[in-house]
């Protein structure tokens, strides 16, 4: 889920995290990969792009469209990702200016840099 119920933000952030198998709890503010960030129908998208090998043709036939109308929501999914991934170069700056200014400890800068890199 990555969109609230109640008021359909999209910019839900992930809490805490549970190991089933040994039970430990992870709690603060964790980061999430950009595809994991997406929006529904982008997410849906993605998934059928990679089941179907990236073969546009394929998947427009699949699900019933043109190529040049999946071809423009493709385009939609690549600009939604190439935002999440500027706004977390963005983050890294700040993140970096923090710990420049001590604001931030160096480990727990890092540990928030690893985080957006590679999602929690």
Do not use: W
Not at 4 to 22: A, G, K, S, Y
Not at 33 to 51: M, V, Y
Request: glycine share 8%; net charge neutral.
């Amino acid at each position: 889920m990555n969109q609230c119920p109640i008021c359909e933000n999209q910019h839900l952030q992930v809490r805490q995290l549970h190991c089933c198998e040994c039970g430990v709890d992870f709690e603060g503010t964790l980061e999430t990969p950009p595809l994991k960030r997406l929006g529904i129908q982008d997410s849906l998208l993605a998934e059928q792009l990679i089941l179907h090998g990236g073969n546009l043709k394929s998947l427009a036939d699949e699900i019933g469209i043109t190529y040049p109308t999946l071809r423009k929501r493709l385009d939609c999914l690549i600009g939604s990702l190439t935002a999440l991934r500027v706004a977390d170069e963005q983050k890294i700056e700040k993140i970096l200016g923090d710990m420049e200014s001590r604001k931030l400890s160096s480990h727990e800068g890092t540990r928030r840099i690893k985080e957006l890199k590679n999602g929690a």
